[in-house]
């Protein structure tokens, strides 16, 4: 019997990787369900998955959760600037607890990555690489969902805006990305990085076009400078860190940074790619 432990596993792609374990056939009492908040796990709990209190602030608490795992997939933590002081944690409990594996959900092409995002994927990485642990990189490119938030906005005003220039990206769905994860956790042994990006290669007018099909109005794009657009981002009241993070991704997208040939992602899933429409279409509500 193999153990299965996910982190993060309330959020997005963490309960979807559950959810892919359990359609691959992996028992749900053979999964861990590491969480911050017991209370929001009330539906892993009644799937028979076993449920795990643990904050990646507290190392002491990832070692409980993590005894008696044999394959941990690590969710990357959500706050940028916080990371590396709580992946540390993460990993340094996964050596104490003789975890097995651990694959991590870390950037595209981080180790070449010109994106302010890699530079913690990049640095847990090499506390990855330094730990002695069986280590599988899924290095994940942009979700299709990140551009959901601005679609209605975009929708209503019948305008796009970023700072990507004509520059495209190659995205996958969440759902995609979390299988992909699932995948790989129950088959890999270690050692494998998976670059892991969808089919299409989309600029963002191509994304505008999608929002003007899917929404019947029509949205064109509109480029700004990586400095404009950061503003912009500030006046919709997005906090400036974040809005300067975000930003220097769209002038990333300029350079080919979050684009890739890849077929990782379609080889872990053994079928086609959910197409960035079908999610568009899915995601957003259109007013009638």
Known sequence: MTTYAVTGATGGLGSEAIDALIRRSVAPADIIA??????????????????RVADYADRVALEAAFAGVDRLLFVSGSEVGQRLPQHTNVIDAAV??????????????????????????????????DSGLPV???????????????????????????????????????????????????????GQVFELAGPQHLSYADIAATFTEVSGSPVRYQDLSESDYAAALVGAGIPAPFADILANSDAGVATGALDSDS??????????????????????????
């Open 34 to 51: 590491v969480v911050r908040d017991v209370k929001k796990a009330d539906d892993l709990a009644r799937a028979g998955v076993e449920v």
């Open 96 to 129: 104490s607890a003789r975890v097995g594996l651990v694959a991590y959900t870390s950037i595209l092409r981080a180790d070449t990555s010109p994106l302010a995002l890699a530079a913690e994927h990049l640095a847990t990485e090499k506390l990855l690489s």
């Open 136 to 190: 599988v990189l899924l290095r994940n490119g942009w979700y299709s969902e990140n551009y959901l938030q601005s679609a209605p906005a975009a929708i209503e005003s019948g305008v796009l805006y970023g700072s990507a220039r004509d520059g495209e990206i190659a995205p996958a769905s969440r759902a995609d990305y979390a299988e992909a994860a699932a995948a790989a956790l129950i088959s890999a042994d270690g």
């Open 263 to 288: 077929t990782d992602l379609v080889d872990l899933l053994g079928r086609p790619a959910t197409g960035f429409r079908d999610v568009v279409r899915h995601g957003i509500v259109v007013r009638p």
